[in-house]
C-alpha cells in the first residue's frame, strides 16, 4: 500500500512569480504543516489528484492551468486565502473512504463555509462540498451531472455575483445523509422591463450526502 493512501490528495502549484505579494512557499509549507494527516501536497502532474491547489503570488492569479486536471482546482492568493483554505478542508472533515457519513454537527459546519462561499461568490468553494458524480436539478427542468458541468453551468452567474441566499430553515438526517435547507434568494431581477429591480425567490435545496459531499 502507498504511504499516502487514503489521504486528500493535493497537487500544489506555484504562479510564475512575478508579482508576488507574499511568501508563496511559508504558505504552502504551513498549509501542510496544518493539513497533516488529513492530506498530502504533490506536485501537480500527479495522477488521481482529488484538488489542485494554486499558489497565486497576487490577485492577477494568472497561472498557467492548461495543462493540469483535477476535480477542483484553489487559488491562494494571500495569506488569508491560505488560511481560509485550510479551514474550509479541515471543516469538511474530507475523506475518501466510502461509506463514512457525517456526524449531525461536521454536517452543520460544513454547511456553514458552503454558504460562506456562496456568500463571497467563491465558486472553487462552493464546489468544493460536491461529489464528483454530483447531480443537480433545478425547478426549471435544468440538470446538470458531475462536478466539472456544474461549475461550468454556475460560472458566469457567480463572476456577475449581486446575489445572496438568506437561510430561512435547516433540516438535517444524520442517518440517512440528507438535508432540506429553505432559502430566501436577493438578486437584481433578470426579467425584461425590470432588470436591476431587487427580486427575492424564497426555495428549498433537498441535498443527499454521500463520502461527506453533495451527491
Avoid at 461536521?106 to 454530483?134: F, P, T
Wanted: with cysteine.
Amino acid at each position: 500500500m502507498k504511504p499516502d493512501a487514503g489521504l486528500l490528495r493535493i497537487g500544489l502549484k506555484y504562479c510564475g512569480g512575478c508579482k508576488p505579494g507574499y511568501d508563496r512557499v511559508a504558505a504552502a509549507e504551513r498549509i501542510a504543516a496544518q493539513l497533516r494527516p488529513k492530506a498530502v501536497l504533490l506536485p501537480p502532474d500527479s495522477p488521481a489528484l482529488d484538488l489542485i491547489l494554486v499558489m497565486q503570488g497576487c490577485p492577477t492569479a494568472c497561472a498557467d492551468l492548461a495543462a493540469y486536471h483535477a476535480p477542483a482546482i484553489r487559488s491562494v492568493t494571500s495569506p488569508a486565502e491560505a488560511d481560509r483554505f485550510i479551514e474550509d478542508l479541515l471543516a469538511q472533515t474530507l475523506t475518501k473512504e466510502m461509506g463514512m457519513p457525517l456526524t449531525r454537527e461536521e454536517i452543520q459546519k460544513a454547511l456553514a463555509d458552503w454558504n460562506q462561499a456562496w456568500a463571497r461568490y467563491d465558486l472553487d468553494g462552493v464546489m468544493s462540498l460536491m461529489h464528483d458524480d454530483v447531480v443537480f436539478e433545478n425547478w426549471t427542468g435544468g440538470k446538470a451531472v458531475g462536478k466539472t458541468a456544474l461549475a461550468d453551468a454556475w460560472r458566469q452567474w457567480f463572476a456577475g455575483g449581486g446575489f445572496r441566499f438568506i437561510e430561512q430553515e435547516l433540516f438535517i438526517d444524520e442517518t440517512a445523509q440528507k438535508v432540506l435547507f429553505r432559502w430566501v434568494l436577493e438578486w437584481p431581477c433578470p426579467v425584461k422591463g425590470y432588470e436591476g429591480r431587487l427580486e427575492r425567490r424564497k426555495g428549498v435545496d433537498v441535498m443527499h450526502l454521500q463520502d461527506g459531499r453533495i451527491i
